[in-house]
């Protein structure tokens, strides 16, 4: 009997032991990494391919470090505006559902919707403009949507909102604001969604 | 030995004729068990006999005893790709370039899904599918997108199979996948330590190890791990050709997969796929240990969970809201 | 029989397969059945293997199903031979001495049932060599069922090699010598308890699954056992003394009677305890438990399961505990069966699957096996009803023609 006791009594100090090194710690290793100083340069990833589209710096920083943005100007159909809209007036019969009658503008609610010219500068057709009249290039409109969205455009420019250009390393490609969000009607419409998941028994 | 009509007390009966009858029913249900055996053995431990090229055969024999991944050296890892590469060729006439690509120095992967920004439009379950060579037949998806409600965290509260237009007033929406814990007890179950986390953070399966026991299935809290029930089936002209041997080659039946983080692509810099795919920039990516990279602007600037997280399991897969 | 001086170890095989293909017609009847019944389990586990486990009604959210099931319970039968040998050794009871080995025999084989329901539960079964230490990798001591493999194997050496040198030696007309084999013994005692509890810690270890994973978990694994294990010991003894001229004493029925009426007692308390903490105020911890008593979302499968094996199991109880008839056989032994019957109703489905369900997301869906599992699992119990029945027939002839006094 005490044979038996004995064993159990072995077999409980190992378990122990065993139980003693593995399981939760106190400190997490978000700790470690937050004390983590150097810095990590993901140009240093060799095998990245670099994005082939069409790219310009942006004029704004986060942190200090660059970072470039998908051109909008090649995006456009119709670019340059002043192509048409010249000093005179365009004279074209039924000229905005030829040219603009594709765009429906649902931007901001009721009391405040924008109209057209709240962005599109009025003598300068091929920029855009803000409430202080400073004339804004159509590849830098984040600087135009970020009057009113500052939290998104804070949030951009530190990458919590909008996204990378195909790679997380190599140099920092973002898209857009107008890459994703129609500026005309920005919300996303309602759709079907890509696929579904099946019932999860047979 | 003395025969004698009568069994005596033992049942051990000695006479000539029982003897025959016995050994007569013996070989009857020797000859029953045998056939099935190798009924068994034919059709299904020695997979297709029929198509036997002795080439396959000797690539089968080579793969069925090579070590786990881990402990492999670096010729033995290329040896091994260029004979999956060969027998995809040989059995699927299939061109496939598989990569033995190492972790990359310095990095630890994280990941962060936005649920202000979700609208359920699952873009990302649909490429995963597509990247990651899943069977099409059972509709096997690592990721699952919730539909929940306003109020509630928990995913079982939540419908993870709607298919109706999105987003719906006043739902938001959640998806889960594997979340590459730092403390995982999946890694901890595996009886023969068929999965792993490696150094850049990302758990991942030796499919050829795994011997299917799906103990770390019943031990993940997050149903992250899927299983091959049967042979996985995927449009030729769908297949992924570039993979990696820890991600999204395609898995032999029987054995366990999940979620790699898109090792075949995020090892060479790119975006994962559900990353790359979502059209609302609800999912984050990046490396946990680049002070400036976008995961951890949003673990610093944003009111971060985890899901589960008093199991202690440490997930690198946080949501957080706008 | 052959004479004593021709025996040796070779004549010590020939003659166990010799006795075991001889027989009455019945015992003739009876190995055919088995072994029909064990064919069609290849046949069925043929389709499982060509197929994969698409075959089975397992799928991701019910991961485990039949098979593991039954290994959880077998593993319990097993166990319970420790219930003949700790009166038989420890207590140096006489009569249990009798009956000994016939529950060694008994939990040998249980164990070739588990490792084979465990064999065929496994997705690559081709890879198991992956678990040999030092060929392959063994992950212990972190994972819990590296730990089951090995002290399943040591478990089934312990009681296949300990009978075999007792029986071998009354074969040879020589007394066992008690001091080679007694350290064993004890050992196997110990081993025993920790067989069951090591089954336990893989469901009990696992935080993803709160249905299982509570300290009660282990200890109800060891009550229900040594309930349901020594009930069909019970009915084994039965057969032995009705089928053979092997006689066994009452008294081993009355002890035997003991030991499970205090164990199912224990078992029904534990389950008590365990129902109070689920429903008392119930969490979403207590789903699991909810889907299984009551359903969940329309999906109530085995709540009629449960329900059944509960009544039956404490009706089986009482009726052991105040034994109306005094001992009459009629009355217990079908009462044994019951129990074990309602065990195994328990302790198999109703928690492997409940364990699985909801999904650890929430997501609740039914189970049930299909005829895959159903053949494949009959021809595993055929195999070890075989595997038994081979064993204490070999025991029984040996130790009836051994005489003691004549070595």
């Not at chain 3, 025996?7 to 059945?33: A, C, E, H, M, P």
């Not at chain 3, 990798?137 to 090995?150: E, K, Q, T, Y």
Request: charged residues 20%; glycine residues 6%.
């Amino acid at each position: 009997m005490q044979k038996i006791l004995l064993m159990y009594a072995c077999l409980f100090l190992g378990l122990a032991g065993v139980a003693s090194k593995s399981g939760a710690s106190e400190t997490s290793f978000l700790d470690e990494i937050k004390d983590i100083q150097e810095k990590f340069d993901s140009r240093t990833v060799e095998k990245v391919r670099p994005v082939t589209r069409e790219t310009v710096l942006a004029k704004d920083q986060y942190n200090g470090r660059p970072f470039r943005v998908l051109t909008r100007k090649n995006e456009i159909n119709r670019f340059k505006c002043s192509n048409c809209h010249t000093d005179k007036a365009v004279t074209v019969n039924q000229g905005v559902e030829l040219t603009h009658g594709s765009i429906s503008l649902n931007h901001g609610r009721e009391e405040q919707a924008l109209s057209c010219i709240d962005c599109h500068h009025p003598e300068e057709r091929d920029y855009l403009w803000d409430k202080k009249g400073e004339k804004i290039d159509f590849n830098h409109s984040y600087q135009l949507c970020g009057q009113c969205h500052f939290r998104q455009k804070r949030d951009w420019l530190g990458g919590a909102h909008g996204k990378r250009v195909a790679n997380w390393a190599g140099e920092r490609v973002i898209y857009n604001c107008a890459s994703c969000h129609d500026p005309h009607s920005p919300r996303f419409k309602k759709r079907y969604p890509a696929t579904y998941s099946p019932p999860l028994d047979r | 030995m003395k025969s004698d009509n009568s069994s005596d007390k033992n049942g051990c009966s000695c006479t000539i004729g029982t003897a025959g009858s016995d050994r007569r029913s013996f070989l009857k249900g020797l000859s029953i068990a045998a056939a099935a055996g190798s009924a068994a053995l034919a059709t299904g431990c020695v997979p297709s006999v029929e198509a036997a090229a002795p080439e396959k055969m000797k690539l089968r024999w080579q793969e069925f005893f090579k070590d786990n991944y881990r402990l492999m050296t670096q010729e033995e890892k290329e040896a091994t790709i260029a004979r999956l590469e060969r027998l995809a060729k040989l059995q699927d006439n299939l061109d496939i370039q598989m990569s033995s690509e190492p972790p990359i120095e310095r990095v630890l992967y994280g990941y962060a899904f936005n649920i202000s920004r979700c609208e359920g439009f699952m873009e990302c379950v649909s490429a995963c599918v597509r990247e990651n060579n899943l069977d099409r037949k059972t509709n096997t998806q690592y990721i699952r997108i919730f539909e929940m409600e306003p109020g509630k965290l928990d995913p079982s509260t939540g419908d993870g199979r709607y298919y109706h237009k999105v987003p719906v007033e006043n739902k938001f929406y959640m998806g889960t996948q594997c979340f590459h814990c730092e403390n995982a007890p999946c890694t901890k179950a595996c009886p023969i330590k068929a999965t792993w986390m490696e150094p850049d953070g990302i758990v991942v399966v030796d499919y050829d190890w795994c011997i299917g026991c799906r103990y770390c299935q019943a031990a993940c809290p997050y149903y992250g791990r899927r299983f091959n029930w049967g042979k996985p089936e995927i449009p030729k002209d769908e297949i992924t050709t570039r993979q990696h041997y820890l991600g999204n080659r395609i898995r032999p039946k029987g054995k366990m997969e999940k979620c790699t983080f898109c090792i075949q692509r995020t090892r060479v810099g790119r975006l994962p796929a559900c990353v790359e795919a979502c059209p609302t920039g609800s999912r984050v990516f990046g490396n946990l240990l680049d002070p400036e990279s976008e995961i951890r602007f949003v673990l610093k600037h944003k009111k971060v969970f985890r899901m589960k997280e008093e199991l202690g399991t440490e997930p690198k897969f946080w949501y957080f809201i706008d | 029989m052959r004479a004593v001086q021709e025996r040796n170890l070779k004549t010590f095989f020939i003659d166990v397969i010799r006795w075991n293909l001889q027989g009455s017609y019945g015992f003739r009847i009876f190995r055919v059945i088995l072994l029909i019944f064990m064919g069609l389990g290849v046949y069925a586990y043929s389709f499982q293997a060509r197929y994969g486990l698409e075959v089975t009604g397992m799928n991701d959210i019910v991961s485990w199903g039949f098979y593991i099931s039954n290994f959880t319970f077998l593993v319990g039968v097993a166990a319970a031979a420790v219930m003949l040998i700790l009166p038989a050794y420890v207590f140096h009871d006489p009569d249990f001495h009798r009956v000994v080995i016939i529950g060694e025999g008994v939990a040998v084989g249980a164990l070739i049932m588990c490792l084979t329901f465990i064999l065929v539960d496994l997705g690559g079964p081709l890879q198991a060599w992956h678990l040999i230490p030092v060929i392959g990798i063994f992950n212990f001591p972190s994972s819990i069922l590296a730990w089951d493999v090995l002290v399943l194997n040591g478990y089934l050496l312990l009681n296949a090699l300990v009978p075999a040198y007792i029986l071998y030696s009354h074969y040879r007309g020589r007394k066992a010598d008690e001091r080679k084999y007694r350290p064993f013994v004890f050992l196997s005692i110990f081993w025993a308890f920790s067989i069951h509890m090591v089954t336990a810690f893989l469901y009990q270890g696992l935080p993803a699954r709160p249905f299982w994973n509570n300290p009660l978990l282990g200890p109800r694994f060891l009550a229900s056992a040594f309930a349901a294990g020594p009930a069909l010991i019970t009915l084994v003894l039965a057969v032995i003394h009705s089928s053979t001229s092997y006689k066994i004493d009452r008294s081993v029925f009355n002890k035997l009677r003991l030991i499970i009426v205090i164990s199912a007692i224990i078992n029904l308390i534990m389950l008590f305890s365990e129902i109070f903490k689920e429903f008392y105020f119930p969490t979403h911890h207590s789903s699991s438990a909810v889907y299984l008593f009551f359903g969940m979302d329309g999906h109530t499968s085995l709540v009629p399961w449960i329900w059944t094996s509960v009544c039956v199991n404490l009706l089986a109880t009482l009726v052991l505990a105040f034994n109306p008839g005094k001992n009459n056989p009629k009355v217990l032994l079908p009462a044994c069966l019951f129990l074990f019957v309602a065990i195994w109703m328990e302790k198999g489905i109703g928690l492997i699957v409940p364990g699985l369900i909801p999904s650890p997301l929430g997501e609740v869906v039914d189970y049930l096996p299909t005829w895959v599992e159903l053949f494949v699992t009959l021809g595993i119990f055929a195999l070890g009803i075989t595997v038994v029945t081979w064993l204490i027939r070999a025991a029984l002839i040996i130790e009836q023609s051994y005489n003691p006094n004549a070595s």
